[in-house]
């Protein structure tokens, strides 16, 4: 059964914008084919990589893999300067990616898609896949090769001990809560952070084992969150609204020179400092640790998912223009 009618303003849902509005309603579905696994790998063309949505970037090792529409999951083991398509995908839109170590990670997307990895991104193995029940996965963390966490819309929350043989749904927020969670992140010794629709704070101090709702420095939505430093936490989304906390969540303190335009995503580099990216071409850094923030222009007027700092000089931006280079240098002192 389909859900209820809703507009679901979740992160990187739409091709056209990166703010996509999915729309949900409450009549039965007509038949649709599945999308075909696609057993194709290969070198992408650079033509390709720019004409790609994509949702989301990360690591595996010193290997970048980055995943976005048509079930494209590409990897880079140059810097972003050819890509090559990893194999065994559906044609679906994959919003989240995440490794745990460099061979071992996790891809999500719609139709609450998961599958893994276990060579670095260059082939892909579906654990789940739930067209019917229409809940996108936005989200995504690997502690290891065995543990690992998704979440999406409507409160979903799905976690694996096991390496991905099963995934259990469970319930982390109270009552009939069930906005939609659009990020999780790692921060300090052992946190997790998730962040949501409406103000949707979440706080674990144990690894995921328990879930605690936080109040909110602001009641907008959140589409992002980082860590900052050895134990700081950085929230962001609507409005260009940032805040970092320093003690998990109790007390928040407002970014400067944000806004005000809506944040996606972002990184860390190896010198602290933070890059934020998000609609209408929005670009911002700081380098006192999230406290204060420049903007920069980029060479594309788009909008941009995630960044990945390369070096202390350059960022490799991702959206939906696909990849692009970033200057860092002279932003913000």
């Known amino acids: 059964m389909r859900k209820p009618q809703r507009l679901i303003l979740a992160g990187l849902l739409g091709a056209s914008a990166l703010i996509a509005v999915l729309q949900v309603t409450a009549q039965e579905p007509a038949a649709a084919a599945t999308p075909a696994v696609l057993s194709t790998a290969g070198p992408v063309a650079k033509a390709t990589v720019e004409r790609l949505l994509l949702n989301d970037a990360t690591r ?55 599958a893994a990895t276990t060579d670095g991104g ?42 991905g043989i099963t995934w259990t749904e469970r319930k982390i927020t109270e009552g009939e809560d069930d906005r939609h969670l659009n990020a999780i992140t790692a921060f300090g010794n052992g946190k997790l952070a998730i962040v949501g629709e409406s103000g949707s704070l979440l706080i674990s101090m144990d690894a995921g084992a328990t879930w605690t709702a936080a109040k909110p420095p602001y009641e907008g939505s959140y589409f992002g969150a980082l860590a900052i430093g050895s134990e700081g936490l950085m929230i962001f989304g609507l409005r260009g609204q940032a805040f970092v906390s320093s003690d998990a969540g109790v007390t928040w303190t407002a ?69 692009s280079v970033l200057e860092l240098a002279g932003a913000a002192k």
């Open 255 to 323: 970014a400067e020179g944000s806004g005000p335009v809506t944040l996606l995503g972002g990184g860390v580099g190896a010198d602290g400092s933070v890059t934020l990216v998000g609609s209408a071409g929005t670009v911002r850094i700081s380098r006192d640790t999230g406290k204060t923030f420049a903007p920069l222009a980029p060479a594309k007027v788009a909008a941009y998912s995630t960044a990945l700092p390369l070096d202390a000089r350059h960022a490799l931006l991702f959206g939906e223009a696909g990849t």
């Open 122 to 163: 260059a082939s892909w193995h579906e654990q789940r896949f739930a067209p019917d029940e229409e809940e996108p996965l936005l989200g995504v963390y690997a502690r290891d090769a065995s543990n690992a966490i998704a979440v999406g819309a409507y409160g979903l929350y799905l976690e694996t001990k096991d390496g």
């Open 60 to 114: 595996a090792g010193k290997r970048i893999v980055a995943v976005g529409e048509h079930g494209y999951a590409i990897t880079s083991d140059d810097e972003g300067a050819s890509w090559q398509r990893g194999a065994g995908l559906r044609r679906t839109m994959l919003t989240g990616v995440r490794f745990a170590d460099d061979k071992t990670g996790w891809v999500i997307g719609h139709d609450g898609l998961i």
